[in-house]
């Protein structure tokens, strides 16, 4: 099994910045996919971003693309999301979850318990 806890949220003005941080424990970091996803008040959860085991692939969805930046330390055991140019619309709860990288497919088998970030206008 891997724990997954995310930290690093909060509330921030429109314009601002935030890192988000997941630290994993229980399995090898590496050996895993990492993801981030958010979930607003009333609707379903949404994909945010996506990392490579070794951090060489990255995936965004469109509405975050040159401004959230994800990014790994598996020395550290820890995968991270730097959120800029924050809007109101990214206010939401954020998980990070991961995917086996000897598996075929991309199945997110662990979550986080998540982190609110709540962007004021």
């Known amino acids: 099994q891997v724990q997954l806890v995310e930290s690093g949220g909060g509330l921030v003005q429109a314009g601002g910045s935030l890192r988000l941080s997941c630290a994993a424990s229980?399995?090898?970091?590496?050996?895993?996919?990492m993801g981030w996803f958010r979930q607003a008040p009333g609707k379903e959860r949404e994909f945010v971003a996506r990392i490579s085991w070794n951090g060489g692939n990255t995936v965004y969805t469109d509405s975050v693309k040159g401004r959230f930046t994800i990014s790994r330390d598996n020395a550290k055991n820890t995968g991270y999301l730097q959120m800029n140019s924050l809007k109101p619309e990214d206010t939401a709860v954020y998980y990070c979850a991961v995917s086996s990288r000897f598996v075929p497919g991309i199945n997110w088998n662990y979550w986080g318990q998540g982190t609110q970030v709540t962007v004021s206008s």
């Open positions: 229980g399995r090898t970091f590496s050996n895993y996919i």
